[in-house]
């Protein structure tokens, strides 16, 4: 333990997600060696973002903006609604540039254990949006894990009376790895979403 202001710094290291006690510390202790402009720098960039930042209006990506800039693209494709858990799921779907519809972000998945239930995600708002006639297709890509297929399973079960087409992410093996491995779940749904050789 430390005492005073380099304990409550590290501390307050600590709260951020995946950060443990000894990287806390590392950090906290870098940052008192580093150069002090560049701690006003860092500082001055997370006031900026917490002052700047807000959720889109229409999907709830991070955004500078009412709406977000995928939001605002005419040239995405407004028929299909790709549902994803998380703001880094946008990032990670938009890395591959294989889909060019829309997206919705629940910011969670159901989790009973954590208490996080159908009404703490943004599933309300997802059904008024779905009373778009211009959307035909829905995306369900929430995290292959209990959690995510919970929320999975809720959504196709709300989303099945409004007679729109609900598809879920193929999961299988990943490239690069072994059979042996694989865990009974993973290797099912390969066999399950298997497909005409190439």
Do not use: W
């Amino acid at each position: 333990m430390y005492e005073g202001v380099v304990q409550d710094l590290i501390d307050e290291l600590g709260r951020l997600p995946g950060v443990g006690p000894k990287s806390a510390q590392r950090i906290a202790f870098h940052l008192l060696q580093a150069d002090p402009a560049d701690v006003h720098r860092l500082a001055a960039i997370l006031n900026e973002v917490k002052a700047k930042v807000k959720f889109c209006s229409v999907c709830f990506n991070v955004s500078e903006e009412e709406t977000c800039r995928i939001c605002r693209d005419p040239r995405r494709e407004p028929s299909v609604l790709c549902v994803v858990e998380e703001y880094k799921d946008v990032v990670a779907i938009e890395r591959t540039r294989e889909f060019r519809g829309r997206y919705h972000v629940l910011g969670g998945a159901i989790s009973p254990i954590d208490g996080i239930g159908p009404d703490q995600l943004r599933i309300r708002e997802l059904v008024q949006r779905l009373n778009d006639p211009a959307i035909t297709e829905v995306i369900l890509a929430t995290d292959p894990n209990l959690e995510g297929e919970a929320t999975a399973t809720y959504l196709t079960r709300q989303l099945g009376p409004l007679g729109l087409k609900v598809t879920r992410l193929a999961s299988g093996l990943p490239v690069g790895g072994d059979l042996e491995y694989a865990d009974e779940v993973t290797l099912g749904r390969a066999f399950a979403g298997r497909r005409a050789a190439e």
